[in-house]
T-cell receptor, first 113, second 113 residues
Framework: AQSVSQHNHHVILSEAASLELGCNYS??????LFWYVQYPGQHLQLLLK??????LVKGIKGFEAEFIKSKFSFNLRKPSVQWSDTAEYFC???????????FGTGTRLQVFP | DVKVTQSSRYLVKRTGEKVFLECVQD?????MFWYRQDPGLGLRLIYF???????EKGDIPEGYSVSREKKERFSLILESASTNQTSMYLC????????????FGQGTRLTVV
């Protein structure tokens, strides 16, 4: 079945630690890839996206993600997290030429000062 | 600023009631989506619409229906609410260009008692 998998359900880090959140998808066609973030009490907002071109994409607040086509992965990274990065992070996939946008199960990140 | 507005932040309904959740967007987006968000399950697509009066089932359409009579408005209907439909419901919209950013509303937390 087509799906989006986020293997880390809950990640706890200290400030300044490095972050990598995994995302894998199982769609066979060409895809557009997204990471969304949901800060406590706020609506989901876009962190970064990949449509084509350079597989390393940079987003807001120092986040970046790398698309590795051979691994069907789009992992999110940040070299040094801050307390304000505490949030839930969702990977999402849109199969090209469709309008469906499918999300993973989310990763809850807690950053302690 | 793009605005996706959901009519209620919190709703409490009784089992068996017919429930309407309303969503309005002001960006002339073709696509509109309804998701439910549950802890550990992420966002699951209930229905989406790519044009007025057009709809497609998502991954969990059972027990729900939708209506899109005008481009800016997308309604989710629970025909006969049940306790297992207690959840956070999120509406989103996007342009119909295969993978542009989706914008989300604040969500409606529905409790069915």
């Amino acid at each position: 079945a087509q799906s989006v998998s986020q293997h880390n359900h809950h990640v706890i880090l200290s400030e300044a630690a490095s972050l990598e959140l995994g995302c894998n998808y199982s769609y066979g066609g060409t895809v557009n890839l997204f990471w969304y973030v949901q800060y406590p009490g706020q609506h989901l907002q876009l962190l970064l996206k990949y449509f084509s071109g350079d597989p390393l994409v940079k987003g807001i607040k120092g986040f970046e993600a790398e698309f590795i086509k051979s691994k069907f992965s789009f992992n999110l990274r940040k070299p040094s997290v801050q307390w304000s990065d505490t949030a839930e992070y969702f990977c999402a996939v849109n199969v090209r030429n469709t309008d469906k946008l499918i999300f993973g199960t989310g990763t809850r990140l807690q950053v302690f000062p | 600023d793009v605005k996706v507005t959901q009519s209620s932040r919190y709703l409490v309904k009784r089992t068996g009631e017919k429930v309407f959740l309303e969503c309005v967007q002001d960006m002339d987006h073709e696509n509109m989506f309804w998701y439910r968000q549950d802890p550990g399950l992420g966002l699951r697509l209930i229905y989406f619409s790519y044009d007025v009066k057009m709809k497609e089932k998502g991954d969990i359409p059972e027990g729900y229906s939708v209506s899109r009579e005008k481009k800016e408005r997308f309604s989710l209907i629970l025909e006969s609410a049940s306790t297992n439909q207690t959840s956070m419901y999120l509406c989103a919209s996007s342009y119909n260009q295969g993978g542009t950013e989706a914008f989300f509303g604040q969500g409606t937390r529905l409790t069915v008692v």
